[in-house]
């Protein structure tokens, strides 16, 4: 068992997100899932807590009610090689419903929040010439989905 693992909340939709997840991160699987049993009879039956698995971070989904909601407090970094691996999951985390946000943040049909990240960004961010990183910055302010071309061309001052 890991030492940390996120645990989402639910609105008893935690079966739906989990199977999405797993249909866009093609590595992820469902480790267990504990149902309701007797204690909450009006529950009983459905999952409780589903243990699951994405690109090797395991996370916790639980079934729990309407009392919270996802905000962008919280979320989880896509780290991608190339545009095409972030054109695919933007694409892929944004269907049926989600949203697109600024600087390559992104709400899901579940509203949970994403970020997807080329590998060039951090990269861009934290070079040691400011004038190279600032550009960068301000390129990125710009965008909705990263546009690795931009953030090269404001790299290097075209």
Same mark, same amino acid.
């Given at each position: 068992?890991?030492?940390?693992?996120?645990?989402?909340?639910?609105?008893?939709?935690?079966e739906?997100?989990?199977?999405?997840?797993?249909?866009?991160?093609?590595?992820?699987?469902?480790?267990?899932?504990?149902?309701?049993?007797?204690?909450?009879?009006?529950? %009983?039956?459905? @999952?409780? *807590?589903? !243990? /699951?698995?994405? $690109?090797?971070?395991?996370?916790?989904?639980?079934? &729990?009610?309407?009392q919270?909601?996802?905000?962008?407090?919280?979320?989880?970094?896509?780290?991608? %090689?190339?545009? @095409?691996? *972030?054109? !695919? /999951?933007?694409? $892929?985390?944004?269907?049926?419903?989600?949203?697109? &946000?600024?600087?390559?943040w992104?709400?899901?049909?579940?509203?949970?929040?994403?970020?997807?990240?080329?590998?060039?960004?951090?990269?861009?961010?934290?070079?040691?010439?400011?004038?190279?990183?600032?550009?960068?910055?301000?390129?990125?302010?710009?965008?909705?989905?990263?546009?690795?071309?931009?953030?090269?061309?404001?790299?290097?001052?075209?």
């Amino acid at each position: 068992m890991d030492k940390l693992t996120p645990c989402l909340w639910f609105d008893f939709n935690a079966e739906e997100a989990v199977e999405f997840w797993l249909s866009v991160f093609k590595d992820g699987k469902v480790i267990d899932v504990t149902h309701y049993g007797d204690a909450m009879p009006e529950h %009983k039956g459905k @999952a409780l *807590v589903i !243990r /699951y698995e994405l $690109a090797g971070q395991h996370f916790m989904a639980l079934n &729990g009610g309407p009392q919270f909601k996802f905000s962008e407090a919280v979320s989880v970094s896509v780290n991608c %090689k190339d545009q @095409a691996e *972030v054109d !695919r /999951y933007w694409s $892929a985390l944004t269907a049926g419903g989600g949203e697109e &946000g600024p600087c390559g943040w992104l709400k899901d049909k579940f509203g949970f929040s994403w970020q997807v990240v080329p590998e060039a960004l951090p990269r861009y961010l934290s070079d040691p010439d400011p004038g190279r990183a600032q550009r960068v910055f301000a390129a990125m302010m710009q965008m909705k989905k990263i546009e690795i071309a931009k953030l090269d061309a404001a790299y290097e001052g075209r």
